[in-house]
C-alpha cells in the first residue's frame, strides 16, 4: 500500500510539474520574458504558487525549463555532437540541426526565446547563462581557442538565421534546398567558426 501510495505521489507531482512546464511555455510565448508571471502561469496550471517555486526556484528557472530545454536549439545540438568527438563537427551540427526541423521540430518557442532575449536582458540574461556560457566553455576547452563565446554566438545565430528562413518565412530556393546541399554550403563556416583560426 505504501509502495503505490508513493508511486502515485510521484506520478501526480509530475503530472503537476509537466502543466507547469506546458502553461509557463504557452505565457512566456504570449507575453514575452517580463510580462509573464509566475502567479498567472501557477493559475493557467491549476496550481499553487508554491509548487512553482518548489520545482524550479524562481522565474528564470521557470524560464529555462519551459523554452531553453529542447532540441531544436543548436547549442544543445553542438553540446550533444561533441559528446560524439570533434571531427567534421561544423557538417554533422547543420545536418543535425536541419534534420531536427525537418521531422517537425517546434519553431515557436525557439523564436520566443530569441525575440524576448532580444527586447529583455533578463531574458538575455538567462539564455547565455543557461546556453552560451556553458557552450563557450567547452568550445575553449576542446578546440583551444581564446575568444569561444563570439565563436558560439556566431554559429547559433547562423543556424538560427537559417531556420528562420528556411522554416518561418519559407524563402525559396533555400526552403527546398536539401539537406545534403545546405550542409555541404553551411558546414564548412560552421566549422570555421569553432575551430578556424581568429582573424588577423
Not at 520566443?112 to 567547452?138: E, F, N, Y
Request: charged residues 25%; proline residues 4%; aromatic residues 10%.
Amino acid at each position: 500500500m505504501t509502495e503505490k501510495k508513493r508511486a502515485g505521489r510521484w506520478r501526480t507531482g509530475q503530472e503537476s510539474k509537466q502543466r507547469i512546464v506546458d502553461a509557463a511555455r504557452k505565457t512566456f510565448m504570449r507575453d514575452g520574458y517580463e510580462g509573464a508571471t509566475v502567479r498567472r502561469i501557477a493559475a493557467y496550471a491549476g496550481v499553487d504558487v508554491a509548487m512553482v517555486y518548489y520545482f524550479f526556484g524562481n522565474k528564470e528557472g521557470l524560464f529555462g525549463a519551459s523554452v531553453l530545454t529542447g532540441p531544436q536549439h543548436p547549442l544543445f545540438q553542438a553540446d550533444a555532437l561533441l559528446d560524439e568527438g570533434t571531427d567534421d563537427i561544423g557538417r554533422r551540427l547543420v545536418r543535425r540541426f536541419l534534420e531536427r526541423w525537418d521531422e517537425g521540430g517546434a519553431f515557436e518557442p525557439l523564436l520566443t526565446l530569441w525575440r524576448s532575449a532580444a527586447i529583455q536582458p533578463m531574458a538575455r540574461k538567462v539564455l547565455h547563462d543557461a546556453l552560451a556560457g556553458p557552450m563557450a566553455k567547452r568550445v575553449a576547452a576542446e578546440f583551444g581557442v581564446d575568444d569561444a563565446e563570439l565563436r558560439v554566438e556566431l554559429v547559433a545565430s547562423h543556424l538560427m538565421g537559417l531556420a528562420f528562413a528556411r522554416y518561418q518565412l519559407k524563402i525559396e530556393p533555400m526552403a527546398s534546398t536539401s539537406i545534403d546541399d545546405l550542409v555541404a554550403f553551411v558546414g564548412p563556416t560552421v566549422e570555421r567558426y569553432l575551430t578556424g583560426p581568429a582573424p588577423g
